[in-house]
């Protein structure tokens, strides 16, 4: 990590990369992190030279198009003082895995590695680089999901609570299993349904188990999964993103849920 | 072996609707999990011992040769003889050259994968002698004419009535009046049934989970003793064991056996730890008059230097199996051949084949926590990223993926075309879905739909939303 990185500049320019499902599934998220993001200090532009992070190519082991998409990503977002993500996925596909697409002598692999440096995942980027102060209010009881990536390959665990502590009311009861996989994995959770069903099952059964209404968590993939096999089985279990909640968007419906 | 992997779809959907095998994999977590999160927590080093113990694999990777023949001169000069094999048919046909020189009818055997791999058991029985598993769980799979799997808990898929049934219908000069009810009763039983098999035998079969190059010792770890008796009580000791487990010195063996049961069940040491070096010398009290050690490549040394290297690093403690969510849905016997879980996934393909084991590489979520939980770090996602690539070069997956795929690459690399297409599909799925908030049934999202709802989009992208807003960069 570039520890220089956490002083940021006063009002640093940030390039938010809005992922591909908050885009067209849940663009209230992406209003979520400006909000906050704006709040904290920042400026923030969306480059429109964007589609996906190239997530869905890379773990399918299509090499030539996840680069293409890498290089596409890399020249939209060359120059902003950050690039954050509203998704450890997606951030963590920036940050860990551009670089290893790129031989060493490839000039993509300097530009790969600099996008890298300035790459955060949301909450973690408003909690360690612009320290954050957010207030709110909000009754609920909520147990939370550490998406895989974000947990395993950026660290994100700590930041999301602590943020979310600045909401009065908010009370956070920890489920055992917040750490294991929610069975969703990209395409596997369509290659393989039926594993990823028993998977997500016994991520809803802790879940409700911890008797919170409402789950909460940093990956759109992961909560429409969740909250996508919720509605299904009839468990009465609210999904929202973290940076919803931060941001005061309450009132939109929960993730799954209709306006009807 | 032979693979069903190609079947695992089918092996797989069969393991989620067998009840037994749901409930032994429900107690995976407190067995495991729980129990290597402690055990990892309590030693301070543990992390950096991670480190040591995979800079000792890469080492001797990088210096196979010259480790295996040290190894091969220490095993010579302590009177035990080293077979090299190039693949499963010499292997088997080694043991059983032994087997026949002894003039054996029967050998026990202790805990060995590699034996599985090579299907020994089928092959001695074949030629007439008698393998006896002394190892419990393999004692009840063999017994049930079934595979491991676990690596270290063979029969982790059964639960004990199961096993009580097994016994009963095994062990039928037993008074069928006994109680089997306590976990013990069971124990026992196979024990005393053991104990004369033991005896009798004429050679003993064990794996070795390391071989030391500077003394030519083997190394095996159990909870049972098993092995110790495999090895001591007949007069001729075969250990088998495939090239990658060298390590230099007994100082390195010493850092990895630090990692190895913590990393399996939590336990500081494994019960029995046993260095066996040579045959019986003229001073000892026991011990065998003949000692064999069987080295296996087995495909192993192909994969040395290349893109997969870092597997053989696999010290098989089985942790990435424990932690792994798919694993922990199906169990081993879905994956169809010896090894399951991760590193199964990744092994497999290796050693057997991509076009055999196509299905493997793309059962996992990527979720990292086997990595997390390697003791030798072996970057166990990036391993099975590798080999989807290579299913991808040679056109392995299936059609309706591969088009799917190409379709959804071609217009994310056209932004502005990507922008026209998702905008027009989103307003119309949003308008649909308004009231009800998700789909129930999408015809192109059925792999999604069967099971789950679909959480509907809101409408507008973000993107058109916020150029109509500011328009564009503000
Ligand atoms: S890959 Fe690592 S975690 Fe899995 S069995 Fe081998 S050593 Fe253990």
Redo the contacts between chains.
Sequence with gaps: MNTSSLQPPASPRIGLF?T?L???????I??AAVRLLEAAGARV????????C?Q????????E?TC??AR?VIEAFAGFDYVVAPSGSCAGMLRRHYPELFETADPWRARAEDLAGRTWELLSFLADVMQADIVGDWPARATYHDA??GL??LGVKTQPRSLLAGIAGLELIEAP?A???C??????????????????D?KLDDAAATGAGLLLGGDLGCL??I???A??RGVPLEVRHTAEVLAGMTDL?A?????? | MQSTTRLFDDNSRKALADAPLQQALGKLSSNFTVKRALAAARLPEFEALRDQARDIKDHVLAHLDIYLERFEANVVAQGGVVHWCRDADEARATVLAICHEAGARTATKSKSMITEEIALNDHLEANGIEPIETDLGEYIIQLRHEHPSHLIAPAIHLNKNQVEATFRAAHTDLPPGRNLEEPRSLLEEARAKLRRRFLDADVGITGANMLIAETGSIVTVTNEGNADLTMTLPRVHIAIASIEKIVPTLEDATTLLRVLARSATGQENSVYTTFATGSRRTDDADGPSAFHVVLLDGGRSSLIGGAFQDMLRCIRCGACLNHCPVYGAIGGHAYGWVYSGPIGSVLTPGLIGIAEAAKLPGASTLCGRCEAVCPVRIPLPRLLRQWREKEFEQGLQSKTARFGLGLWAFLARRPQLYRAVVGVVMRILGRLARRHGSFYNLPFAAGWTADRELPAPEGRTFIDQWRARAGGHR
């Design positions: 809005v591909c908050v885009d067209v599934v849940r663009p209230s992406g209003f532009e969306v480059p429109l030279a964007q589609t996906c190239g869905p190519a890379y773990n399918s082991g299509d090499r198009d293409a998409i596409q895989c990536s395993r390959e299993t750490e294991t996989c069975g969703f994995g990209g395409t596997f959770c369509v290659k393989y349904p039926d594993i990823s069903t028993k998977i997500v016994a429409m999964n909250a996508g096999r509605k299904r419906p993730i799954g849920s209709g306006r009807g």
